[in-house]
C-alpha cells in the first residue's frame, strides 16, 4: 500500500531552521506531484508548497514564499521541505500529500495520499 513517512519535525526557536522529509513507497514516485500541507489547532488544513514530477516547476502560499524551500529526489522517493526563518505562527503538524492528476498540487482536493504528519512547534 501507498505510505508517505515524514520526518524531521521537532522543536526550534524563532528564526531558526528545519529540513522536513517525506520517504514514498508504493507508488511510482515520478508519478506523482508532491506537497507540503500544515495544520495548527483550531484551523483547517493550509496548502504551503507543492512540486510537479519531475521537480523543476515549484508553488508557494504567500505564507511562506520566500521563507520555505520544496524540492524532491526522484533517486530517493523522497520530496523534502526545507524552512527558514521561523516563526511561532509556524506552529503546526505538517503533512506530505502525493496527488497524481495534476501538474502541481495547490490545493487538498488535488491530493490523493497523506502522510500521518509531523510536528513542529516553533518556540518565541
Do not use: H
Request: aromatic share 12%; with cysteine.
Amino acid at each position: 500500500q501507498v505510505q508517505l513517512v515524514e520526518s524531521g519535525g521537532g522543536l526550534v526557536q524563532a528564526g531558526g531552521s528545519l529540513r522536513l522529509s517525506c520517504a514514498a513507497s508504493g507508488l511510482t514516485f515520478t508519478s506523482y506531484a508532491m506537497g507540503w500541507f500544515r495544520q495548527a489547532p483550531g484551523k483547517e488544513r493550509e496548502f504551503l508548497a507543492g512540486i510537479n514530477r519531475s521537480g523543476g516547476s515549484t508553488y508557494y502560499a504567500d505564507s511562506v514564499k520566500g521563507r520555505f524551500t520544496i524540492s524532491r529526489d526522484n533517486a530517493k522517493n523522497t520530496v523534502y521541505l526545507q524552512m527558514a526563518s521561523l516563526k511561532p505562527e509556524d506552529t503546526a503538524v505538517y503533512y506530505c500529500a502525493a496527488g497524481n492528476a495534476y501538474i502541481i498540487i495547490v490545493k487538498a482536493s488535488n491530493v490523493n495520499y497523506w502522510g500521518q504528519g509531523t510536528p513542529v512547534t516553533v518556540s518565541s
